[in-house]
């Protein structure tokens, strides 16, 4: 895959003027939705001739496409707190701020609404690469003895974000402080359940578990 | 909430005509689409007059809402095998293949793209019904000992399925057995990691977690 004409900057605007096309792209995705929103619009916004996009970008699909890729990477959590535990609460923090963010619902929903067959094959890919910045956390855990080393990290990853887009994209439920707080303990609850405040039904001593060979797993919850 | 007149069987309509005006739903929804299907085709393909449907069901978002309340019900997974791990597999298994069905994924699209204001408060409420008998897995798994009494089970639950709507409804990426069997096995993983098969490094005895209080947990896998 060729990133510099296919992701990024696309060759022949100025930083100025994408910075500007994307903008307004957002914004029209936010007010409008994908459906709706017309390249007219976006020119007309953006202050740039209709025929200046047609060069960069022959489709809305493209264009919208290359506002997704580009759009969000500022926004992303990249928390390195020392410990599993405390990074989960971090990033699961950071990614209920990012989608409360009217632009990252709206991105949310154009890919779950858009109809358009290349629109959707190239989020698919996207779908694969925008996931990076959270498996670092989960890599660091493996390097540090929190994680067993064959963890899959994608599907933790997935399991991690996915109520997010479930709940903005399908079921509706909010995606408030009250759910960050229940997804970051429950997620770290099946991470390592806390021996230390319960035991099962019969076990002679629940400590025990805290004097096993388990390692390090700092833990600042509850 | 007035079960008789807003979910299943609305009053004056025979088992059979309701039975088919839900499946020419269900077949409009996989061909069509929500935004698509009108209450004309409804009526022509279920062979029933469309004053009928207007008796019965005010909107198309009232008529849709009935079909997605009641229509999956009778292919829920409701796997009771005796142990937490072999209740994800088989729980995971069976919504795999429920969420492969076209009709779900057709159900999982309405619920995704209805912009239906009056639709999508009522999926929101069915969001909240529709988990329960995902819940009872768990239960019973806190009943044994196998979790902690204080288990989230409302977040477990959403954890486990939001891949499969995110999958579906926002990310595009395929919902197949390999899927399958990596959300099984990450989510029981994660909650209990097999000390017998991986030690963090430093440990001395990697094997002592299965000497612990930690209780019986049967695992079938990998």
Same mark, same amino acid.
Request: glycine residues 6%; proline residues 8%; neutral net charge.
């Given at each position: 895959?060729?990133?510099?004409?296919?992701? =990024? !900057?696309p060759? =022949?605007?100025?930083? !100025?003027v994408?910075?500007?096309?994307?903008?307004?792209v957002?914004?029209?995705?936010?007010?409008?939705?994908?459906?709706?929103?017309r390249l007219?619009?976006?020119?007309?916004?953006?202050?740039?001739?209709?025929?200046?996009?047609?060069?960069?970008?022959?489709?809305?699909?493209?264009?919208?496409?290359?506002?997704?890729?580009?759009g969000e990477?500022?926004?992303?959590?990249?928390?390195?707190? =020392?410990?599993?535990?405390?990074?989960?609460?971090?990033?699961?923090?950071?990614?209920?701020?990012?989608f409360r963010? @009217?632009?990252?619902?709206?991105?949310?929903?154009?890919r779950a609404?858009?109809d358009? /067959?290349?629109?959707?094959?190239?989020?698919?890919?996207?779908? !694969?690469?925008?996931?990076?910045?959270?498996?670092?956390?989960f890599e660091r855990?493996i390097?540090?003895?929190e994680?067993? @080393?064959?963890?899959?990290v994608?599907?933790?990853?997935?399991?991690?974000?996915?109520?997010l887009?479930? !709940?903005?994209a399908v079921? =509706?439920?909010?995606?408030?402080?009250?759910?960050?707080?229940?997804l970051?303990?429950?997620?770290?609850?099946?991470?390592?359940?806390?021996?230390?405040?319960?035991? /099962?039904?019969?076990?002679?001593?629940?400590?025990?578990?805290?004097?096993?060979?388990?390692g390090?797993?700092?833990?600042?919850?509850?």
């Open positions: 895959m060729s990133e510099t004409t296919h992701r =990024g !900057r060759r =022949g605007l100025s930083d !100025r994408r910075q500007e096309v994307h903008a307004a957002r914004r029209l995705l936010v007010d409008e939705g994908y459906a709706a929103m007219e619009d976006v020119a007309a916004a953006a202050g740039v001739h209709k025929s200046t996009l047609y060069r960069q970008w022959a489709t809305k699909a493209q264009l919208v496409r290359d506002v997704l890729v580009t990477l500022e926004h992303y959590p990249r928390p390195d707190e =020392g410990s599993l535990a405390a990074d989960v609460e971090a990033l699961v923090s950071g990614l209920t701020r990012l963010d @009217p632009t990252t619902v709206a991105f949310v929903r154009t609404t858009a358009d /067959p290349e629109l959707r094959g190239s989020l698919h890919e996207l779908a !694969r690469q925008d996931t990076a910045f959270m498996r670092l956390p855990a390097a540090r003895g994680l067993p @080393p064959d963890t899959d994608g599907m933790l990853v997935e399991l991690l974000f996915s109520p887009l479930a !709940r903005l079921t =509706g439920l909010p995606v408030d402080d009250e759910f960050s707080r229940r970051a303990s429950t997620f770290l609850v099946l991470a390592a359940p806390p021996a230390a405040t319960w035991a /099962p039904p019969g076990a002679a001593d629940g400590d025990a578990l805290s004097r096993s060979g388990r390090p797993r700092p833990r600042a919850r509850r």
